[in-house]
């Protein structure tokens, strides 16, 4: 793992189900899984659900995964995979980058359990579904966390305005009061 | 999807299975210990002393035809005649192309044995173009009129079958033959079990020519007394012989007991109302609990036109995926159980609105003690609401004007302390909004970003005390939204936290960006990096349109939030503190 110099931290994402899930416009029918892993692992560093035979573009999977996630990382990214070839071959359907900063934001407590949904695209950059999952993030003992609960309860922090890029899709303006943000410098 | 058949697509949806049904609230009277909050709800609703709730299931033959090149479109909605007045109690959802129609959906009434409780039935045939509203919506006055029934709820109560054929007439004496409508009667059961289930066929006839059958489920209850009610539908399938349809969540309501034997029908669906029957079966729950148990199939059979009585069993199979029992706490249980409701206040202060020493203007205060519309909306929400708040401390901000201090700001304190958003009780926000109109000038752009922003921040500092809170955020607005995207994103960021967000609109402005946020249509709401709503959170409800409607603007805007509030809970599985009895 690149991040030698850093700890990481473990967090617990369910992957519940999939939505309307297509290849190019049409309902997928075959057996899908799901793999995540940080922006900073490979593919095959990657977690993955069971295969779910259900149909017609709304599988449900509701497979808890542990991922171990470097402090630095930016991003979770989220594969919806089907195998081809008579099941040798994995091919991705759609993908979800998932910004770290949407689960750590430090105005909500450390451990709780978040409901968080994404748009699926698939290599081309077409949307063709949603992924439903819930994030938890595993307290480890640490003064970050303590010290992030305090400010939390304390005082109200004034909510920055968070700015965008158009089409990459990248959170460039980070809360100050994020934790992997602080940790990077 | 599917953009050609946007016509039929309300026709295609599936009904009466969905996930949270907040509408049992009222029968757990049983349960309910004593608290301001839930009296409020009992008499905000015109339940007092002894009532039992009562279901109305309704059907009809022989509608009359208004439409020329298709069948009419039938809907029923149902009037309870009080003190001479007529007051809508609810409306069935519209089926499509059929003149002799079994609505799903079922009307509640509160049967008092010692009043005389007079019901109005009126039928309509629903124009094409309203097919993806919400049914609470749709304007009678542009629907066609297909006939009324009238009677007395203890005439249906009192028959032994507990049902009522009632001739349909045009309202005004005639005696043409507008067919005829029934009501069936039935108890409420007080349960809290709900089954969540995952149905699938496999090996259906194919029925279509050109391609294959679009299959849909139709469950009915079979009934004592003879013959079924349906209980839901699901959204039809296309083009598949081997289809799987979205979980169904039936309570216990609706099912009966888990012996009480259902028809399960597959019908291909067809626009023009005509669908045809696949296969037909009968099961109990507790026989598809065993199919599931025992991942079996059972066959589907088809009643032969040739032969009375012979059914010929089919290959096509019904399978069980998914077959789980749950408990469902009701809106109900949560507020007695000491849950609360924390309201929040944001008015527009922009300058679209007016001078507001001018009386044309939204924020002339008229010394007649006439309510402006924003007043009315403070008064008319925060009256229902501070009931469920136990300290009455509600937060008080304006957006949109120029402060003390000369700048424009987009959120600040209504009362004249600035590190102090609350005031005290309704007349406090009714005072503080006065003062600061005194104290500020309205300006502009509107921005909700802010707001919505700290609405969120405060939801969120609640998760660190304790999970039994969840915040209302009225947002009061004249106009169009500068910064739709960045309302857009705050939105996406709020949707998973306890929190439900209000818009009411004032004045004559164009709405419709308003509806975008109301994802009331199915369509979560996205941000630009691609986080999609968890959930719906808004509501948004046009004074103007309010005020033409039958409906006040406390139920149009209250309405969805007991949903949204339960949806909440049960996503994360948080119950009512207290036990209270099952």
Not at chain 2, 309 to 335: A, M, N, P, R, W
Request: a neutral charge.
């Amino acid at each position: 793992m690149a991040s030698t110099n850093f700890a990481s931290r473990t967090i617990e994402i369910t992957v519940i189900s999939g939505e309307n899930l297509q290849v190019r416009g049409k309902p997928i029918n075959s057996d899908l899984f799901v793999t995540v892993r940080s922006d900073l692992q490979n593919q095959n560093d990657s977690v993955s659900t069971k295969i779910n035979r259900n149909g017609a573009g709304f599988p449900r999977w509701n497979e808890k995964l542990v991922v171990d996630l470097p402090m630095h990382a930016a991003f979770v990214t989220v594969d919806v995979c089907r195998r081809v070839s008579s099941g040798r071959k994995v091919k991705i359907v759609g993908t979800a980058r998932v910004p770290v900063a949407d689960f750590v934001a430090g105005y909500l407590p450390e451990s709780h359990l978040q409901f968080l949904s994404y748009r699926l695209r698939d290599e081309r950059g077409e949307r063709n579904g949603i992924v439903n999952l819930s994030v938890r993030v595993k307290v480890a003992a640490g003064i970050e966390v303590s010290l992030l609960q305090k400010q939390g309860v304390g005082i109200p922090v004034p909510v920055p305005e968070r700015k965008f890029h158009g089409g990459g899709g990248v959170v460039t303006g980070i809360p100050i009061w994020n934790v992997g943000y602080r940790d990077r410098f | 999807m599917g953009g050609c058949f946007s016509d039929v697509k309300g026709g295609q949806a599936a009904v009466g299975g969905g996930r949270w049904s907040a509408g049992n609230a009222a029968t757990d009277s049983s349960g309910a210990g004593h608290n301001d909050a839930v009296d409020f709800y009992f008499r905000s609703h015109g339940l007092q002393g002894l009532f039992i709730q009562i279901e109305l299931s309704l059907s009809a033959s022989r509608l009359l035809d208004r439409d020329i090149t298709s069948k009419s479109d039938p809907m029923v909605v149902v009037y309870i005649k009080k003190n001479g007045a007529l007051q809508e109690i609810g409306r069935t959802e519209v089926i499509l192309n059929d003149l002799n129609p079994q609505w799903i959906e079922k009307v509640s009434v509160a049967f008092h044995f010692e009043i005389v409780q007079p019901l109005i039935f009126r039928v309509y045939d629903i124009d094409t173009k309203y097919y993806n509203v919400p049914v609470k919506t749709i304007k009678l006055s542009d629907q066609d009129f297909l006939g009324e029934a009238s009677c007395v709820l203890s005439e249906i109560v009192t028959k032994q079958n507990r049902s009522l054929t009632l001739c349909l007439k045009d309202g005004h004496g005639g005696s043409r033959n507008l067919g005829s409508l029934t009501v069936r009667a039935e108890e409420r059961v007080a349960s809290r079990s709900v089954i969540e289930i995952v149905l699938r066929c496999s090996h259906l006839d194919n029925k279509d020519v050109f391609s294959k059958s679009d299959p849909f489920l139709r469950i009915s209850r079979v009934v004592e007394t003879g013959g079924s009610i349906p209980i839901c539908k699901t959204e039809v399938v296309k083009d598949n012989l081997n289809p799987v349809w979205r979980p169904l969540c039936l309570s216990m309501q609706k099912f009966g007991n888990k012996d009480n034997p259902l028809v399960i029908e597959c019908f291909d669906f067809d626009s023009n109302g005509s669908h045809e029957l696949i296969g037909k079966l009968q099961k109990s729950m507790a026989d598809l609990e065993k199919l599931y148990n025992e991942k079996s199939g059972a066959n589907f059979v088809i009643p032969s036109s040739f032969h009375g009585g012979y059914e010929k069993v089919l290959k096509g199979q019904l399978f069980v995926d998914h077959f789980v029992e749950k408990t469902q706490f009701s809106f109900l249980d949560y507020i007695s159980s000491g849950f609360q409701l924390n309201f929040m206040v944001a008015v527009d202060f922009t300058a679209s609105n007016g001078n507001p020493n001018s009386p044309d203007s939204l924020h002339y205060i008229d010394r007649s003690g006439r309510l402006n519309s924003y007043q009315q909306a403070i008064m008319e929400v925060g009256e229902v609401i501070q009931f469920y708040d136990a300290d009455r401390r509600f937060p008080a901000w304006g957006f949109g004007a120029r402060t003390s201090d000369g700048n424009v700001s987009h959120c600040f304190n209504l009362s004249t302390t600035p590190t102090q958003p609350e005031v005290e009780e309704v007349e406090g926000i009714m005072g503080a909004y006065a003062t600061a109109l005194h104290n500020v000038s309205l300006a502009g752009p509107t921005l909700f970003g802010q707001v919505i922003n700290k609405a969120a921040e405060i939801a969120a500092h609640s998760l660190f005390a304790n999970i039994n809170k969840y915040f209302v955020l009225l947002i009061i607005t004249d106009g169009v939204l500068t910064d739709l995207q960045e309302t857009m994103e705050a939105l996406v960021r709020a949707s998973d936290l306890p929190l439900s967000i209000l818009i009411v609109g004032v004045g004559g402005a164009d709405f419709k960006q308003m509806e975008v946020l109301d994802a009331d249509n199915g369509h979560r709401l996205e941000s630009s990096t691609g986080r999609i709503a968890t959930r719906d959170i808004v509501q948004f409800v046009s004074m103007r349109e309010v005020h033409s409607g039958q409906i006040s603007l406390v139920e149009a805007l209250l309405g969805e939030l007991p949903e949204q509030f339960l949806n909440y809970m049960r996503n994360r599985d948080i119950k009512p503190t207290t036990p209270t009895s099952m």
